[in-house]
Structures are given as C-alpha cells and as structure tokens.
C-alpha cells in the first residue's frame, strides 16, 4: 500500500488526480488540500469523490510516501522547500529542468523516476508538443512551429469575468504569442532529446470546450524517414497511438483518457513535416502523467490505474 | 432629434441597447455611463461602437429626452428618485407594476406610452411567457406553468467561477424553483389582461448558449377556440410570427432579432394547452423592446429601428 | 461467465453497452452486430474498443446466455420472434408494457427481472420522468407535465442536415409536442405504480450537447408528505441521489455515470410539486439500466460494472 | 438600381448573400435558384428572408446586371459556358487564378474589378491568410506556414453523419493536411503581390461552432520592418482592423460582420513573425466579400450595403 497525499486538491488537475487515485485499492489517501473549500466534502465538486479537503497545515503534518503538488508555482517551490525529505512530484511549472528535479515526460524520459525525490510533471501544452516532436529531434532543422489550442480547464478555476461562458462560448483567439512559459519548456525537452538548441516559436489558443488539446507541429526534415522513425519510437508504447489519417487525431477520441493520439505528414518534396498530437489536459497533460511518474517511482507498471478510462463519446 | 442617454450602457443588455440606438439617425445618444468602464472607448466591449463610456455623474447632470436604465433594481430606483424630471425607461424590475409606472410588454401594454413618465420594460422570462399566455387568459383555468430556458447573457456581467465556461459548459439545470422574480411579474400581467388570479409555477434554467429563451406554458382551456383566440389576438402584429410546427420555434430563428415566435398545440381531448415561446433575451427581451416602448413614447411606428436586424444563422 | 451478444452495436447506446460489458472480467461477449459496420473494427467509432462488428447473421447463429437488442423497434421485433429461446433486454420501445415483457425500470420494477424471458429496457426520456414522479404516484393528482430537454445522441446516428452541427448548435426547440412515444410509457409505469390513470403532458426538447437529460415534472399533491415519500421510496437504493438544491441537479454532475439526481421542490400553500431529475441518456437511460436489468436477470448484485464511472467533469 | 440573380442561393453562403441584398433599396433581386428547395419560401430557410427559390432553368432565362455563382466548382464552370455574356462573381474556386477571371480578393487586388466580366471570389480561408501576409509579401523568406481553424459552416449544408453535432459537438481536428485546395490559391495570390514564388504549408481544422475563421500566419522576415508595413499596407482600409493585442483578435469580434482583424507579433531576434487574422468565413469569406466585389464592377463605395452589420455579441 502506498501512501499519497496532495496539495491543491480542488483545481481541476488535483480533482482528477483525486479521483484516479481513489479508483485504487493499493493507494492509501492521506490527504487532499484545498485553501478554499477545507472542510467541505469533495463530492461537492466532484459527484463520486470520498472525504473531504483538509487545510495546508494538515497536509504539511501528514507524512506520505508521495505528495503531488497540484499548486500554482510559487506555491509549489515553498512545498518543496518545507518538505525537504518528502518524495513529491510537482504538476506546476516550478521545477521543469532546474537542477533539483527530473522531468517526467513520458515516454520520452523514463530512465530515473525510481530513484527521484523530485519529480517535475510536465505541462499539458509541452506534453503535445514534445510527444509530437520527440522521434524527429535529430532528424529535423532545429526550428519549429506548434499551433495549440487547449479547452478551458486547462487555465485552471477562474473566477474572471474573461472566462465566462458569455464571454468564450462560440470564440476562439490565440493568447501569449511568443511568450507562453512553456516554450522554454519545450526547447529543453527537444534539446536533451537530440543535443541540437531549438528555436521553437508556439501559439497557444482558447477553445470554447472544457477538455483537450490538439496541437499541431511544424518542421523540417535534414534527413532520415520521419514516418519510420515515429514507428519505431512510439513501437509498444502505452497511451501512444499513431493513427493513419489526420483526421483520426481528434479530442473525441482522446478526451477522459490517458491516450495520445499523433499522426505526421511528410511533404517529401520539401521536407515539410506537420504533425498532429492530441490528448486530455487533465490526464495526460496533469494527472494521468503525474500517476504514471508515480508508478514508476514505486516500480509499479507505467499503465496502473490508468487503463479502461472510456473516451467521452 | 429625440436626445437620450443610457445608465449602466456597459452590461449586455446596455451595449445592446446603445448598438440599436447608434444606427438610428433620428436619435442623439447624449451619454453612456459605466461605473466600471468610465472614459474607456465603448468599441473596447463591442466592436462598431462609438464613443467612449462616461461616468454616473454624468449622466445625472446631463438632460436629454428620455433616459434608459440598464441598471440594477436597486440603482434604479435611485435613478427615478433623483431624475424626477426625466421621462425614463426602467429595463430593471424595480418598478414592474407600481402605481408609478406603466408597464410595456409589447403589443399587449400599448395604450398609454405616449404620455408615461415611467415605463417599466419588462422582464425577459417574463416577455416570453406573457406572450405565450396573453391572447388566453381569459379562456383558460388560472393555473400555469411557465418551464423556461435562458441563455447566459440573461444572467449579466459575471465575475464568478459558477458562470465560468469551465463550469457551465454542456452543462443545464433548473434554479429559483418555485422563487423567480418574474413570477409575480408574469401573474400580474395575466391578472390584469382577464382578471382572473393566476397561480403561476415558473421554473427558469440556465442553457450553456450565449442568447436566447424558449419558454413552454402549460394551461388548461376552460372554454372557446385557443387557436383562434391567437391568430386573432396577434394578427398583423409586428414582431410576432405564428409557426406551423413547433419544431419552428428555435432560439437560432430569433437569436439576433427583435422577433418572437409562438406555437400554439392542444389537446382537444382533454383541454390541455402548450405554448412555444422564442425570443432573444437581449432584444425582444431588454434593449429591443425597450426601443419599442420609446417609440411608442414618442409616437413613432413600433418597429423603427427594429427592423432589418439578422437573426444569427 | 456469462455469455452476450448485441444486436445494434454500432449505435450509440450499443457501442455504451458493447464498452461497459468489455471492462468486466466475468462477461464473454460472443458478438456485436452490426449492419453497417460489419467487418470493421469496433475501436474504428469508439476507441479502446476491442474486436470486430460481426453481421446479423451471424448473431442470429451464436447462441449466448442473454441477448441484447440495441436495435430499432422494428427489428427488436423481428429477433424477438427470430430467437424464441433466447433470454433477451430489448432497449428499443418494442416491447414496453406489452404482455411477452417485463419492464425493467429500476429501481422501481425489481421483482421479476430473475425469470423473465424477455425484458424491456425502459425508454430514456420515460426513466427520468418516472423516476421523478414514482414516490409521488398515490399522492398526486393523476395529471402530470413533464418538460424534458436531452442531448442529440438521444435520436441516434443521424446522416441529416437537421442534425448537422451547422444547424443544431445555440439552437434548442420542442419536438412531437403532445405526441412523444414515451408519453404512453410513462403513463402506464405511473399507473403500475399507483393504480391511478394519469394524464401525462410530455414535452421533449433537443439541446446542443451531446448527453444527458434533465427533466422537470410538475404536479399538484392530494395529500400526504412528498418530500418524505421521497426519502423513503428511495433510501440506499443505488444510483439515486436525492439533492438538496434544484441547482444540483445538472447535467454535468451525471453525464458519464449511470446516477440519476433529483431535487424535488413542493409549494406547501397550492400543493405544486415540481422534481429535478438529470441523467445520463446513453447510461441509466440505456445501456446502463440494461446491465443493472442483465445483473438481475442473472442474480447479480444490481451495481455490477456500473460503479467507479467518472463524470465528464 | 442594378439588377442580380444568385444561382445556388439555399447554401449557406448563398443565404447570406441573398440576406445583404434584400437590405439593399438600390439592388432588384431578380431570382434566387436552388435545386433542392426551388418553389419553397426562402423564409423557411432564413427568417426575414422574402420570396421564394426558384429553379436552375429561371434563372439562366432571366438576364441581369450581375449574376453570383454560389454554387460548386463544377456547377459555376456549366454556368460560366451557359452565360457567356453575363457579368459574373463566383464564390467558388472554380475559377480562381485562371486567364478568363480577375481574383477579388479586396483589398489586395482592387482595380480591375470596374470592366471585368468574370470575378474570382476569393476561398474564405484564403481570404484570412493572404490579408495575414499581403502587407509582408516582399519582406519575408518565400515559405510560410498558415494554421486555420474554421465553423463548420464553411463545409457547407451536410447530410452526412460526420457533420452531425453528435460527432462534431466538442471537437477539433485537421483534415486535408498538406493537400487543402486553397492552398495554391494562397501561393498565387503571394506571387502575384511579390513576385516571389512561395512554398505555402497549410492546415484546416474544423471548430465545433457555425461561423468565423481564426488563421495564424507564420514567416521569417528577410529585411524591413514588419509592423509598419502592416500599418501603411491597411492604412485607412474598409473593414480591416489592426489590434494591439493578439487576444482581442478573436471570433466574437467577427462574426455577424465584414470585418477581418489582425494582429502582427516579430521576434525581433530572429525575424519570426507570428499573425493572427479572423474573420467570418461567410461574410469577408464569402457573401460580403462577394457584395465587395460587385459594388467596385458597378463603381459604387466598396463598403455599400456592409457597414453596420452587427457582431453575434
């Protein structure tokens, strides 16, 4: 039995999380946290969820094998700072390749979680990107485009009039051009991958949907065949499916599980290489990823508790 | 020249209202205020807008022909108290049936806009369903129920995570069971177009759309020719179409304009009747109607400035 | 290990019941039939699926240990008569309250499942009404209007223009208003109950969304306690939970889950009685109330692989 | 007053076209065709609308000052060869850049339009991407990047299951990747206004909403200064809107108008440069862009019959 505990239990990745981790029968919840809603019953945000949300304080009295921080940043940077000998795999942004953590992309980066103490869990967009890029980062010119676009929760509760339904419904623009923090993000992943230094110029965009991203990734192949390469990469990979058709890679396919969908088209005239990637925020891009690092931490199959999720068709 | 101002221009049902009035020619728009937007440009909340929104005190100091409040109850009834002058036309229910006002639900209230001081607009719920009982309530038991559904721009400007599209989104429910405002506004309007006493149930719920009510009235005939007594009562009446099918009356035909679709089904066997009502929350429902009831005050044709108005296909 | 075979399981409540019967461990499913697809892969429309449509025939030929028909009435019919000693759940509108059926509306008709050679699933729109109404069956005047809105995967796999996204988004409209085959349905599981007739106002509509339904039934009591009535009829019976705010009860709250939700609100002074009752259409409106009918049938505790589905939060 | 005819008049944007000329008192409608619905009323289609549609062969048999071609590429080529004396503006592709037509994609391409017989409507998503990149044509390296998602509108009315709101309602996916037939339109038109050929790479998506197309451009600048050719190219332009903010280039902005707005982000560091460009794909994409093209053959102000259309606010 392991024993789990997590911060900022009420946004909407620690809610799934949450509930991931009560499906379990070897997981022992010691605790979910919520500054706003200590002492209410979880099911009143999530019909199904036992228990209730406990304080910070409790959380930071309770010793678990595991905590997952599903806190903003600065949040997440004082936890690890006060809990300095709890194993702890951080959702936020707060660690993503600094020098005290590893980064948690999987499939790409799977070598050390057994031995971690700190576990950076990466961001839904970079997840996109990365997967989308990863078999191709020694292949292709290091410059590349993602267009993203992700559904609201992805921006976490908001109690703004900017994401009110009557504001969003029926919209769509594009928000931080050339300044989303996770574009550092994604250079460093495709830097480790291949050793090549990356410009990487990604747009994301709101959509007018709760769940999912479709992100789209613009390269150029120096050589090799690109369409083996992803084959050979992704061969047997959970969660990972490539998919014939474009058109296959759609958030209905993908949103309530922790599923990858990618596909890539090849201009062989020009090199041009665009590829599709879609997947759930919440799973695979927060909570279903942060479970999977937790797994291999504890040297459980990457997939437990992940597998029979059902698409929400 | 007819002069006129806006309180509160900046809420939904304002910019609507202001949007309608910068087309006319025949109007001069002396003022807009905001509390909240004072001295920005009116073109940053709505695109095509001119002018800048101007602040409360303003518009108290600034006389013009008839003044529109697209205010809160509360503000209001403060607005009436300090413009005692003015003629005004109250968008809120702060003074729906009191003896200081008359009430302009549109085309069964007409008779005495010319000369009002105080012409309370009615309610958007209320319109739908006062319009989907009116040419009735003389032949029917004073007994209905009123089960009606409203876009968000219904519920205002919101500053809150419950009316975040993370929240609302595919996502329907009923509130103020059994405790709407609009219930006494709607039994008042039926008591005072037959005399009878209505019991009115009104249960009001919240769809995840922009613009737009569909309101269900269920009433039982006591006597005469329901069908009838509607082509009659609405023949040759602007804004208002019968539809053949029920499956005709649907928020996306009305949605943009100032019109209201009606069906009218019942059951010969046992007197049951169920009335389909449509209309645009913002229009027929507030801004829209409000016009109507200033051309009545200053005896121009109901429909300038109404018409041409596209529904949103 | 029980054996099944699906007649229709490319629909949208086939492709439901074909995932729910994969999870589990003691399910054989021997075939998925299916006219259309037949041959293709199931993962093709629902991913995660496993295995291949099959034709008609070939379900007619494989002998199993219950038979479920996710089909049209027409051919619920046809198999009925074309498999005389197969244990069947028909979840089309067949069979309901004819004298070859149990009907399996539950948790209100329990007794007979065990035995019955042929059970009729109970339509979705007729659950979430007689749901609402069932504690209320001896206490109310037997006239009763249900006003119900569901989602598009209600009317099934469409190649239309009136059901295109082009044409059905921001819209919402009533459909065979006074003429719903339900309305029978209901009317006669109200009568099973009650011994009353009751005349049943049945009013559906058609929302934008994909799942779920949300019901409201009004009556007027004679007498008695209702909201009593309610927590007893339904105490610790499985999937129905009994909300303490109408705001409750919202789609989002049951849509991938087989929970029905009900608020009921009662006007002491007139006797109204209005219930809030929301559902999944493609879960306990079909192939979720199919399986808790199969556990009975086969003397299974009624939850069997209905529990820990996740809420599309 | 000139007089039209529109073949194909029952398509969505054929419905628009027909709505913007009956606003008009200057412009005689002298047929509307449709094939499928010819002697029905268009106000069955659209509300408001006047008269009915006629059949293919009225109107080839009634001459007037202009004829729009709302119809497929095949069916506009037919009418080309049949109405060889006509003036003709065809919303179709089927002429785009070949020698018998001039490309109206307005403002770019304006002076031709007074003395030809045949107009080249432009693609609405070509529409966004060339006015993304007209005012840098000569400034940036000859390969570019568009990334565009459109409303399901611009697929045209589809009675097909896969544009049913069932499959569509909350997704999002590329098609036609590498292999869309606006993207040789996209390269022509950057020649024509560079002399540069042009390796364009474009991907559609499909938005789960009616109208409004949002289309990033991506290049790299060679030399100059990109912001202000931006501003010089549009300066005092009909219906283009510079931003300030990526954010505020958005659907809502756009839809139920002519407008296209567009924001302009560079990296200065490395010549990337990011626009984002929106616009509603039936109106600027089709019927507005359309009524352009015929005010500037007849010499009348390019914006008649276009100025206070309303956002879908």
């Known amino acids: 039995m392991t024993s789990v505990g997590i911060f900022g239990a009420s946004g909407y990745a620690g809610l799934e999380l949450l509930w991931l981790l009560q ?69 936020s942004n707060a660690h993503r390749f600094d020098d005290k953590s590893i980064y948690g992309l999987l499939p790409c980066f799977t070598s050390e979680q057994r031995h971690a103490q700190l576990i950076a869990n990466p961001g839904c967009y970079a997840t996109a990107a990365i997967l989308a ?26 109690a703004s009039e900017d994401y009110s339904l009557s504001e969003l419904h029926d919209d769509l623009f594009a928000y931080k051009v050339l300044n ?53 990469y992704y061969a047997d990979q959970a969660f990972i499916r490539l998919e014939e058709k474009a058109e296959q890679v759609r958030l209905r396919r993908v949103v309530g599980t922790n599923d990858v969908l990618l596909h890539i088209a ?26 999977e690092n937790m797994n291999l931490a504890f040297g459980l199959p990457r997939t437990t508790g992940l597998q029979g999720l059902k698409v929400q068709s």
């Open 23 to 91: 499906q379990r029968s070897d997981i022992e919840i010691r605790f979910a946290t919520s500054d706003r809603f200590a002492g209410r019953a979880c099911a009143d945000l999530h019909p199904g969820l036992l228990g209730c949300f406990v304080s910070h304080n409790i959380g930071l009295d309770t010793p678990c094998d595991v905590v997952f921080l599903a806190t903003p940043p600065d949040a997440s940077k004082g936890l690890v700072a006060a809990l300095p000998s709890a194993r702890i795999i951080d959702l």
């Open 133 to 158: 890029l990863a078999p191709l980062a020694s292949l292709i010119e290091p410059s590349v485009i993602i267009d993203a676009a992700s559904g609201t929760t992805g921006a976490g509760r908001r």
């Open 180 to 232: 989303h923090a996770h574009t550092p993000e994604i250079a460093n992943a495709l830097h480790a991958l291949s050793g090549q230094h990356f410009e990487v110029t990604f747009t994301p965009k709101l959509l007018p949907i709760r769940r999912g991203i479709l992100a789209t990734a613009y390269a150029r192949l120096k050589n090799g065949d690109a369409r083996k390469a992803f084959k050979e």
């Open 266 to 291: 090849v201009d062989d005239a020009t090199g041009r290489v665009v590829v599709q990637s879609a997947l759930d925020n919440l799973l695979k891009g927060a909570a279903g990823q942060a479970m």
